[in-house]
């Protein structure tokens, strides 16, 4: 099955204590991407790749860290997690052209105490 | 800087009626326009997508919307509301073509009454 999965689903942590949210997708897409959703602000960018080793910033991306190291996988590091970094967060991909269908992940609910 | 409108944030309909939630976008050259569904607890889901053929574009579960480029506009509508369409609609935009990024609205919840 067609999917973006992501681990784990739900984490509750303490402040500066490092973590990784992992994101796979099996559909060999080029493209890839993470959001954080909060109430009312609807979806934002945090980082995104294009490829393999090539990635960049999205909107908000102070505060994480993201590597491309092969093309199924698009880890999300907070080093140093801290409250304001609480939020539900999803990862996405889709093939390289704009106009596909960008296919997300169920998403992350994070915690920081 | 190029943004995404979504009128309400909050629609409430009864079972039946007409919905229609709306979304505009802000460039004068007509981006990749999308919609997207978020049930509870859930990942979001495609809806239907524009992609410069027809501007009349039909999705899933009875919905479609209209690409309207005088109006920089492409609402979303569905005929008759099941209890079954309450959820979170977000509106997408792609100003970037191949190499752009999604833009979202900041959502609208739709509720539907019995």
């Known amino acids: 099955e067609a999917q973006v999965t992501q681990n784990p689903r739900y984490l509750i942590t303490v402040t500066g204590k490092k973590l990784t949210v992992t994101c796979s997708q099996n559909?060999?897409?080029?493209?890839m991407s993470w959001y954080r959703q909060d109430p009312g602000l609807g979806l934002r960018q945090i980082y995104y790749?294009?490829?393999?080793?090539?990635?960049d910033k999205g909107d908000v991306p102070e505060g994480y860290k993201v590597s491309r190291k092969e093309k199924r996988n698009f880890p999300l590091i907070l080093e140093s997690p801290s409250p304001n970094q609480t939020s539900l967060y999803f990862c996405?991909?889709?093939?390289?052209?704009?106009?596909?269908?960008?296919?997300f992940g169920p998403g992350t609910r994070l915690t920081v105490l | 800087a190029q943004s995404v409108t979504q009128l309400g944030s909050h629609v409430s309909v009864s079972e039946g009626a007409l919905v229609l939630l709306r979304c505009n976008y802000s460039?004068?050259?007509?981006?990749?326009l999308f919609w997207y569904v978020q049930y509870p607890n859930q990942g979001l889901q495609l809806l239907l997508k524009?992609?410069?053929?027809?501007?009349l574009v039909k999705g899933i579960n009875g919905f479609e919307a209209e690409f309207k480029k005088s109006e920089t506009s492409f609402h979303l509508t569905k005929p008759s509301a099941h209890m079954s369409d309450a959820a979170e609609y977000f509106c997408?935009?792609?100003?970037?073509?191949?190499?752009?990024?999604?833009?979202f609205g900041k959502g609208t919840k739709l509720s539907v009454k019995p």
């Open positions: 996405a991909s889709r093939y390289r052209g704009g106009h596909n269908e960008q296919f």
């Open positions: 559909m060999n897409h080029e493209y």
């Open positions: 790749s294009m490829n393999v080793e090539v990635t």
């Open positions: 460039s004068s050259v007509p981006p990749y």
């Open positions: 524009y992609t410069s053929a027809a501007t």
């Open positions: 997408a935009v792609n100003y970037g073509g191949s190499q752009g990024n999604l833009i």
